[in-house]
């Protein structure tokens, strides 16, 4: 609805509430917590300790994990029946926090796993051989002696013990030392030749397959090996063919481009009186160059006229002035050679 939180709606809720019998005072510091209803004999248990646990907090003036712990800090302030009192509550919490939710039913009570049987009960066992015959030398005698002297420790339970332990040693003594060991010594032999024999023949076995398995997968791996050099061999040999052409042509002027056909491995080198195609050579990590152009200047016409190719033909319809020629000034082949420079440098320049 609108304005639920306005003064108005606030005050016909409330009005409302009286009506119907539903208004509660409310006091300050509390607030109302919605439970279901299986818990709240539970929720009331744990926020009595959880209430107590913060006063005894305050009390101390330290923080314990435990509301027990907390309590028992603060038995020097509460005293013996308050400590008494408050250690019930929470251990009425503690039942309440951990306990089960199924139907109470009639225990059943199960065997315990570590006791032992009925029929494993000692009995009486038959007398032991006489140990200053057979007990020579047995290991652990001195020690069972030993044990049954200690004092501290059931006599009787121990003595039947040592009993039983020296029973069983000496029977083993016994059985060493008499008939029954050479038949068990050869039935051993016969079942370490039988263990040998089965041994071996596996291992025969699997040695055979072993090399059967490895000759038929080696002419696969030759052949395999056998083309891949051949493929090398093939490649390697186009390369050097290509190699050579491009020494053979360095002397020359060329003129050309190189241009990439079917892909950026296959390739074909154009010059003026040479081509050389290798369609199917493989030169990785290739990385294309810039394209370089030659410019050559011609060269400047001259006539055989002078040494320095200068001609002198613009100048044959102009005759000697009236001052005189040019012997007549002390004109010589030195002066002659430096104008031909000069004007030589001009032409150049204006070229």
Known sequence: MPHTRSELARARRRERALVHGYARPQRAGVRFVEVPAALHDRSKAMI?????????????????????????AAQGELGPEATRS??????????????????????????????????????????????????NGTPGAKLIKDLARVPEVDLEL??????????????????????????????????????KEAVTAASEQI??????VMMKMVPGICVEIRGVAQECDRKIAALKEYIDEIQEN??????????????????????????????????????RGPRHYKFVRPASRADVGTSDGFSYEKFANIGDSEAGSVSDWGWDSDNENELSNILHEMNCQGD
């Open 207 to 212: 040695v055979d397959r072993s090399a059967e």
């Open 158 to 195: 121990l003595g039947r013990l040592v009993s039983t332990l020296a029973n069983i040693l000496l029977r083993v003594r016994v059985l060493e030392k008499g008939p029954a060991q050479q038949g068990v010594a050869g039935d051993m032999e016969a079942v370490f030749d039988h263990v």
């Open 250 to 287: 360095l002397g020359r002027q060329q003129w050309g481009t190189v241009a990439t056909k079917s892909g950026d491995d296959n390739f074909t080198v154009s010059h003026m009186d040479s081509a050389v195609s290798v369609p199917e050579c493989t030169i990785p990590h290739v990385r």
């Open 86 to 135: 408050s250690l019930s509550i929470h251990s009425r919490a503690n039942q309440a926090k951990h306990g089960g939710f199924a139907t109470p039913r009639r225990r059943v009570r199960l065997a315990d796993p570590f006791a032992t049987p009925s029929s494993s009960t000692i009995t009486d066992t038959s007398p032991c051989p006489a140990p200053s015959i057979e007990s």
């Open 48 to 72: 009595a300790s959880l209430v107590l646990h913060g006063k005894h907090e305050e009390l101390t003036g330290t923080t314990a994990h435990y509301a027990r712990d907390a309590t028992l």
